[in-house]
C-alpha cells in the first residue's frame, strides 16, 4: 500500500511563498507521475502541477511561472515551491501519485493566503 505524507503548508501572507513536500513510502515513487492537486471551499478538486517520472512537468495556467514542482527520488519525494501567494490559492493541497492503473492520494495540507 502507497501512503504519501504531505508537509508545509500554513498561513501567509499574500505576494509570500511556502514549499509544500510530499514523502511517498513506495519505491515504485521513481517510475511514478506525481502530482500537486488543490480543492478549495465548494470548488472541484483542481490539478495544479505534474512532475512525469521523466522530469517532465506541467502547470495549470493559474499557476504558471509562481509555482515549481520538483522531484527527489533518492528521498522519494515531490515538492512544490509556491511563491507570489495569492488569496485565490486559498485551498487543501493533495499529493497525487499515478503509476499505470494505480492512484493514490496524500491526506491533504491545508494553504492560506490572507489579503
Known amino acids: 500500500q502507497v501512503q504519501l505524507v504531505e508537509s508545509g503548508g500554513g498561513l501567509v501572507q499574500a505576494g509570500g511563498s511556502l514549499r509544500l513536500s510530499c514523502v511517498a513510502s513506495?519505491?515504485?515513487?521513481?517510475?511514478?507521475?506525481m502530482g500537486w492537486y488543490r480543492q478549495a471551499p465548494g470548488k472541484q478538486r483542481e490539478l495544479v502541477a505534474i512532475?512525469?517520472?521523466?522530469?517532465?512537468?506541467n502547470y495549470a495556467d493559474s499557476v504558471k511561472g509562481r509555482f515549481t514542482i520538483s522531484r527527489d527520488n533518492a528521498k522519494n519525494t515531490v515538492y512544490l515551491q509556491m511563491n507570489s501567494l495569492k488569496p485565490e490559492d486559498t485551498a487543501v493541497y493533495y499529493c497525487?501519485?499515478?503509476?499505470?492503473?494505480?492512484?493514490?492520494w496524500g491526506q491533504g495540507t491545508q494553504v492560506t493566503v490572507s489579503s
Open positions: 497525487n501519485l499515478q503509476r499505470a492503473i494505480s492512484n493514490y
Open positions: 513506495a519505491s515504485i515513487f521513481k517510475i511514478s507521475t
Open positions: 512532475v512525469t517520472s521523466g522530469g517532465n512537468t
